[in-house]
């Protein structure tokens, strides 16, 4: 059942979406009144740490536990109510079917229960208009967008909010992904990219040389990196890694940058279009912000990237998304599903 809404409710003036992301391993909640974010509160899941990555039974557990005072953490930090909320959107896929099974179960009996409706959306385009929050410094259309998170890398022609298309992808690891085997191999917990950024920013980038593959198109690789490292580690002594963790961190993410913005650099060349944006967690590394602030400044580029806490996975960008659906009557019905590996 798709929910209608009549002529009156499309007219109401003000419209306060009550938005849902549990794709992964973050509850995130967020309130947003005309496309204006009120609340944004993250609920991050600490319990992965000692296991290296995120272990999908216990992140859908964590997000049992959390999701109810998140929500409610959310509604009165944005003071409003249940009652004033106009529709629910969730974060439909793609992710951890366990994890999005949460937030999809609980945005459909809210708006069963609050008799409102509901709208579906997908975490990667969630990721692109997290550059649209910013209503003071947003990009006009068409604009590219260089999404880097952990499960995705991708170059996307953005015409409108809800005309995307994906013109370049990795054909294997994402960026994210990247970040954090490497720093697996240098020993360090997971997420591993944060901590290579911090430790970067002590070190020399062009102390190691590792490897940069080269792709047809606008497509990425990055297993060849996690291996190039591998292999260049094996060869070190004991304690090289201490020793020289700065300059390795330095070095890693040198070429992961690199790999990312000669890439970019040709879907502007290819596409004509000079307004690029970055998103995703990988849009929080500072080497990788400062690097697009450069080439915008050479190539003559408007660069635009996301508060921070609108980088990594937040309800926020499911938020401004569902805005623009709502606008567009774009709803799903109590039947919605999650989906782990839906494209778009
Ligand atoms: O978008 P996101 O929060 O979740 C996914 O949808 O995957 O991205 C998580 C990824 C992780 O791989 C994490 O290591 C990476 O973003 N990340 C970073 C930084 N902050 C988060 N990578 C490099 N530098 C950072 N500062
Ligand atoms: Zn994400």
Known sequence: MIHQLNDTSLKNTSVTILAIESSCDDTSVAI????????????????????GGVVPELASR??????????????????????????????QSPGLIGSL?????????????????????????????????????RPDFPFLCLTVSGGHTQIVLVKSPLDLEVIGETIDDAAGE???????????????????????????????????????????????????????????????IEANLSDLCASI????????????NKAVLQTGVKRVCIAGGVSANSGLRNG???????YGWNTYIPAFQYC??????????????????????LDASPNARAEW
């Not at 049992?64 to 529709?87: E, H, K, M, R």
């Open 292 to 298: 697009l602030q450069a080439m915008g400044k050479k």
């Open 101 to 137: 099974l949460v937030g999809v179960q609980f945005a459909k009996s809210a708006a069963l229960a609050l008799d409102k409706p509901l709208i579906a959306v997908h975490h990667m385009q969630a990721h692109v208009l997290a550059n649209l929050i910013d209503t003071d410094n």
């Open 178 to 240: 990247a970040f954090d085997k490497c720093a697996k191999l240098l020993g360090l917990p997971y997420p591993g990219g944060p901590l290579i950024d911090k430790y970067a920013k002590e070190g020399n980038p062009l102390s190691f040389k590792f490897a940069e593959p080269q792709m047809p198109a606008l497509n990425f690789s990055f297993s060849g990196l996690k291996t190039s490292v591998l292999y260049f580690l094996q060869k070190q002594d004991a304690g090289f």
């Open 62 to 91: 964590a997000h049992i536990q959390n999701i109810v005072p998140t929500v409610q953490t959310a509604l009165t930090a944005a003071n409003v109510t249940l009652n004033s909320i106009d529709a629910i959107a969730f974060t």
């Open 32 to 51: 947003c009144e005309d496309g204006k974010i009120l609340s944004n509160i993250i609920a991050n899941q600490s319990v992965h740490e000692k296991y």
């Open 312 to 333: 990594t996975d937040n309800a926020a960008m499911i938020a401004i998304t569902a805005h623009y659906k709502y606008q567009a009557g774009q709803f799903a019905g």
């Open 253 to 264: 993410q040198y070429t992961i940058i690199n790999i990312l913005l000669k890439k970019l």
